[in-house]
């Protein structure tokens, strides 16, 4: 077992004790945050009867939990769920709740989860109803909060949820605060956008209502929903999302962690381990919505287009019918990143009821139903609104309006976040919004939608679109337009941060470029990137605006039109431009399957009128986990940094004996666990000038020696120097080493001379001492370097190998059998490319099996067997260590006579002019005197062995092959 290193002196005592304060902060941090407190609440589990229909006496049982704290008579808060979950989704939500001292009423809706009865969408004679029920039942309970039998109610959800918060507070006077989250106002116009008007209303203005007819369907959102409700999945966000001062959190974006939108399908496995069972009414092809709903969906699902009838059925589950009627505090909180419910939806629901005399504040956060659900930070401004008007507790919650902007990533991967106040709202698209115009260039453009549609752009993917936008390669990936079919606009580079917040509007001019008018008008999407100045594009939170034009002129003549683009919060930075683009497809949308051509242009004077909110940057309050673990943090990167600094100069101490030594190897041992050595022991040296054999047979250690030698292993014990300097993971004097260790990889659309150059540009030296032209005169690869790699041969490719390695010159060059695979023609190259080399002053180690190669290219050559050396020195010493001799002589079968006669001498074979014989021992100036007396002429003598010989002998005959 390898000895465990300890520090001495000062120094390594003292990075030890940094070490040891780390871990012990770190550990701290860990025993600070791991502890839970009790619970300061307690549950009830009921099953609530509800009327099944208006009118009717059979039941629909709804599954619900209480959670009462310690203190009551407290006020109340009924939490829904979103689409797709159950009583389960909110468990955080309500937890935290009841900690505050609310008596929270969690249920699963009719269809979901343990609740019986079928989805009827937030039907006010269905959902709404029985939310009214689940009031009664709370005016019931003596720990809820009452007056003369008006229980002190507020409701809060996300989504489903939000909604119903709406639809309840504009039915039942008694319910006295509400805060809605990533919510709807009008499904008709949520589910089948517009946001171009041709008689200068704005889209999201009361008016917009008008033109849902021709609204364009959101198909992709829309068939979620639907299969949701099927019982196969949640439409709503799971994830957290980020918030200022928690983006080092590794909670943040957890699945499933904190709350409050979205569980796996009812009847599968939950996160967290929770199991949601099936509502009792599910299965055919309406699963467990109702008739009438599962009508409407298969109507618009058809052809794109809503009937009057689907329109009103959406018309009457959308709070936009009740918001008239709210007058009680209310917070609407809605996320930046949302192509389900964006921040028009909000806008809506605010404008409406501040006109009914309500008092309404607005939060815009970085998530949403594609960004994720509040966090924390959120949540808790949530409990202190509804503390604060419910419990007479606390401050206001806070500005009227404010607005998280989410600036570029950090070193970590992490999002930045901060928080921006505003003393009031200023709407998305009414005339109090300060708007800063941006001219835009390009002319009048022609884009084509192809037949069937198809292919279609893609802008992102429904319900993980901030998660594309995070990443330039995703979001290269799913930002797609394809060609002929957008027309674009940019706008020049803005001169410093242009901070956009809410919904940018643009005039256009839009005709039928040259063919029929398209039955059913045009249908065109508009969005609007962020252009870096290397030209890649980012589309904020993947929104795209649709565009319905009913009509258009049959003789070719433009329309004009106002185009609102989708509310957005994008911190536009300096030498940033925005660039509009106007296309036929998005795959989100229903697209018409018809051929058509249209002509998009700017109208006369029209620029991009930008959407700018003034406040003043707020932040949290101090995140004490935070700073404690940044602190943590900071400690053992300092730690990291002393140890390094060490080993560094550790590793520029040289031994002046050795300065001009290419290589020393003492003691080196690898070991493994199991008992495995790969090389124990070894110990050789290495000379300037020197082209070094490393032989041995399969496993003798050879290429983990090599591996060592270039700090890619480290040794169990032993150690390596290379001029002196001795060799760890990264040192220094690496660089003076070139090699070609277990294979090499080029690109193959590249060039040879541009692969060289690109591997040397990376290592970060200058240009000037790659001495590239050098190496490849020395691998004479010709003016095959110009050639793109995959078209080399293998020999090439090796030579080239050899290119890479001798680049730089470096002092020390290292192959790993780079013979292998090479014909003999190119094995004859490959000796001439290394004795070039070595000609140059500089040192070579091979390692090889070829042992002729060897002995025709190396002057020294190591041994190896089973990991130890087996014998080390000149290749001639080598070779001659045993008795044969070769003679060439005048006469051979005279002198094959003569040597036979003399006593010892044994093995007498004749080749030609030369003579061979196993002399044991008889020194070869005796034998030559012997052929002298006999008569015969001597014109050479020497050994005859062979380095094969030499090898077979010192390893054994039978393990050199294995």
Known sequence: MPRTPFPRGRRGRLVTLLVVVAIVVAGGLVWLGGGDEPARFRTQD????????????????????????????????????????????????????????????????????????RISLNDPDYEVADASRLVDYLAGRPEVLSQDGDPRIGVTGASYGGALALLLAGTDERVDAIAPVITYNDLAQGLLPNAATTGGIEAGTPAAGAFADDGVFKQAWAGSLFAAGMGVGSADPGAEAVEPGDEGDDDVGATGQGGGGSVAAPGSAEPG???????????????????????????????????????????????????????????????????????????????????????????????????GIPGSQLRSRIADFLAFHLLDEGGDAGAAFSYDVQGALRADGAP?????????????????????????????????????????????????????ASSSRLSGLFSVDPPGQSASFTSAPVGGQLLVAGSSQVRLRVSSAGRPVPEGGAVLFAKLYDVNPDGSRTLPGGAVAPIRLPSLPADGSSVEVTVTLPGVVRPVEAGHSLQLVVGTTDQAYATPTEPAAFRVSLAEGSALAVPVVPGNTVTAGWPVPQLLGIAGTVLVVVAAAVVAALRRRRSHRVEPELASTPMVIEGLTKAYPGGLTAV????????????????????AGKTTTLRMLMGLITPTAGEIKVFGHRVTPGAPVLSRIGSFVEGSGFLPH??????????WAATGRPAERAHVEEALEIAGLGDAVRRRVRTYSQGMRQRLAIAQAMLGLPELLVLDEPTNGLDPP?????????????????????????????????????????????????????????????????????????????????????????????????????????????????????????????????????????
Request: charged residues 20%; proline residues 6%; glycine residues 14%.
């Open 750 to 759: 590249l060039s040879g001379e541009a692969n060289l150059r690109l591997y």
């Open 273 to 371: 381990g929770r199991q949601s069972q099936p509502g009792a009414a599910q299965g055919g092809p309406c699963g467990r919505f109702t008739e009438q709903v599962c009508r409407a969906y298969t109507d618009v699902a058809t052809d794109g287009r809503a009937s009057e009838r689907t329109l009103a059925l959406l018309r009457r589950v959308s709070p936009a019918s009740v918001t008239g009627n709210i007058t009680i505090p209310t917070l609407l909180v809605q996320g930046e990143n949302d192509t389900l419910f964006g921040l028009d939806q909000a806008d809506a629901n605010a404008r409406q009821i501040t006109r009914a005399g309500g008092d309404v504040s607005v939060v815009w956060y970085t998530g949403g139903h594609d960004g």
């Open 46 to 117: 009921a099953t609530i009867d509800v009327a099944a229909a208006p009118g009717s006496d059979e039941r629909e049982h709804l599954d619900v939990t209480v959670y009462i704290p310690e203190r009551t008579p407290a006020p109340a808060v009924l939490l829904p769920h979103g689409f797709g979950g159950d009583k389960t989704s909110v468990t955080t939500e309500a937890r935290e709740l009841a900690e505050r001292g609310f008596v929270v009423l969690t249920y699963s809706a009719r269809g979901f989860g343990r609740s019986t009865g």
């Open 416 to 468: 930045s976040v901060r928080t921006v106040e505003a003393p009031a709202y200023p709407g998305l698209g009414s005339g109090g919004t300060q708007r800063r115009d941006l001219p835009l260039t390009g002319r009048p453009q022609e884009v084509v939608r192809p037949p069937g549609g198809t292919p279609a752009a893609v802008s992102g993917i429904p319900g993980l679109n901030r998660v594309v």
């Open 680 to 699: 124990d022991g070894l110990s050789f040296r290495v000379e300037p000038g020197q082209v070094l054999g490393l032989l041995g047979p399969n496993g």
């Open 826 to 962: 190119q094995i004859h190259q490959m000796r001439e490319v290394l004795r070039r080399y070595a000609a140059t002053g500089r040192t070579v180690v091979v390692s090889s099996h070829l042992l002729a190669e060897v002995e025709q290219t190396c002057t020294h050559v190591v041994v190896m067997h089973r990991g130890k050396l087996v014998a080390s020195g000149e290749v001639g010493e080598i070779v001659a260590a045993g008795g044969e001799a070769t003679f060439r002589v005048d006469d051979p079968q005279a002198a094959a006579e003569a040597l036979r006669s003399v006593g010892g001498v044994s093995d007498v074979d004749i080749e030609g002019s030369l003579v061979h014989a196993d002399l044991d021992g008889l020194p070869r100036s005796e034998a030559v005197a012997a052929l002298v007396r006999a008569g015969v002429s001597v014109e050479q003598a020497g050994p005859r062995r062979r380095l094969e010989d030499a090898f077979l002998q010192l390893v054994g005959e039978g393990e050199a092959g294995s």
